[in-house]
Structure formats: C-alpha cells, structure tokens
C-alpha cells in the first residue's frame, strides 16, 4: 500500500517535470537587458547619442538587439533619452 502511494507519487513528479521542461524556451536566461543613455538640446541628438551607446554595449556583449524602446524628457539643460533593448546572442 505504502509502496504504491510512492509509486503514483514520483511518476505524477516525473510527469510534472517532463511537461514543465517542454514548456520552456530553449533559449531560456540568456538574452540580456541593456540601456543606453543620451543627452543633447534636441531629441534627435540625444536620441542618436543614446543609440550610439546601446549599440556599443551590445556589441561587447557579443549579441544582436532584438527589441528596442526609446523614451525622451525635457530637462533643463536639453532633452535626455534612454533607449532600452534586449540583446541576444548571435545565432551561427
């Protein structure tokens, strides 16, 4: 009795555990946030530093952005926008 219970209990983990791997990305862990930080006295300049440092910082990551946003606020001294991006490895 007290065998079968143990039975039914580590295949219901196994089972768990075998949809659970299938369920996640191959890829899972390593794609990478990065953000990039630029500051002018218009948004276009500033929108440009900014994806000048992004793209530096995920070519020493060694990888290719696949999804970016850019946001741009007055300040006093201009506008600042940082851009944000995911970066993943290159595929061979």
Do not use: W
């Not at 039914?8 to 390593?30: D, K, N, R, W």
């Not at 992004?54 to 300040?75: E, H, P, W």
Request: overall charge positive.
């Amino acid at each position: 009795m007290i065998r079968e219970t143990q039975l039914s209990a580590c295949a219901a983990i196994g089972v768990i555990a075998a949809i659970l791997s299938f369920a996640l990305p191959a890829e899972a862990g390593t794609c990478s946030p990065v953000m990039g930080k630029g500051r002018a006295a218009d948004p276009a300049t500033a929108t440009t530093r900014a994806q000048h440092e992004l793209i530096q910082r995920a070519a020493g990551l060694g990888g290719k952005i696949t999804q970016k946003s850019t946001n741009c606020k007055k300040v006093d001294a201009g506008y600042v926008c940082k851009m944000t991006a995911v970066v993943c490895p290159k595929k061979s």
